[in-house]
């Protein structure tokens, strides 16, 4: 089964999902869990922030 892990470079955003399409709702929930009732500015983070993340995909999948 195809286990694809994301984290976040700088902060405790972590997520995974069995697809790419499903890690990207995956990505947008963490997020927003990660902010909600938090100033944005005492996480060094702007209004609309960028933020970096690390994907790992298993190499197997590649050449399935």
């Known amino acids: 089964t195809l286990q694809i892990q994301l984290n976040g470079?700088?902060?405790?955003?972590?997520?995974?999902?069995?697809?790419?399409?499903?890690?990207q709702d995956n990505i947008q929930n963490a997020v927003s869990l990660y902010t909600e009732g938090e100033d944005l500015a005492s996480l060094g983070l702007t209004h609309k922030p960028s933020l970096l993340m690390n994907i790992e995909i298993p190499t197997l999948d590649y050449f399935a």
């Open 9 to 23: 470079i700088g902060h405790p955003i972590v997520t995974d999902s069995k697809t790419l399409e499903e890690l």
